[in-house]
């Protein structure tokens, strides 16, 4: 079974740059530990159109020096879309499914 595991990045309410920081660092070391996925809660803000600690997650991911570390990731709401790709890179994913789909405060990561 892969190993799946969550990231809290809204604890605390930190900045985000400090969140971002948190991130890097932990997918960095879930990867050495041998985890597949990494459930990123990242909160979706009170503004109506995303939180910066969402924005700023999704803009990292998307950032070439992720490339070693991230092989594909996916915003809860758009879970639905891509359930079938992700799940066949991690099967563990599904016993969260419930809590992913259209959960627009997470971000699923899928780990190299």
Same mark, same amino acid.
């Given at each position: 079974?892969?190993?799946v595991t969550e990231l809290n990045l809204e604890c605390g309410?930190?900045?985000? %740059?400090?969140?971002?920081?948190?991130? #890097?660092? &932990?997918?960095t070391t879930y990867k050495?530990?041998?985890?597949?996925?990494? *459930?990123?809660?990242?909160?979706?803000?009170s %503004?109506?159109?995303?939180?910066?600690? #969402?924005? &700023?997650v999704t803009k990292c991911l998307c950032d070439d020096s992720m490339c070693g *570390?991230?092989?594909?990731?996916v915003s809860g709401e758009q879970w639905f879309n891509r359930k079938r790709e992700i799940l066949g890179?991690?099967?563990?994913?599904?016993?969260?499914e419930r809590r992913i789909s259209g959960n627009e405060g997470i971000t699923?990561?899928?780990?190299?």
């Amino acid at each position: 079974m892969h190993k799946v595991t969550e990231l809290n990045l809204e604890c605390g309410n930190p900045t985000v %740059t400090i969140a971002i920081a948190k991130m #890097k660092n &932990a997918l960095t070391t879930y990867k050495r530990q041998g985890y597949k996925a990494i *459930i990123i809660i990242h909160g979706y803000g009170s %503004t109506g159109v995303g939180g910066s600690i #969402k924005v &700023a997650v999704t803009k990292c991911l998307c950032d070439d020096s992720m490339c070693g *570390i991230v092989r594909s990731f996916v915003s809860g709401e758009q879970w639905f879309n891509r359930k079938r790709e992700i799940l066949g890179i991690c099967k563990g994913l599904e016993n969260y499914e419930r809590r992913i789909s259209g959960n627009e405060g997470i971000t699923v990561v899928v780990l190299r």
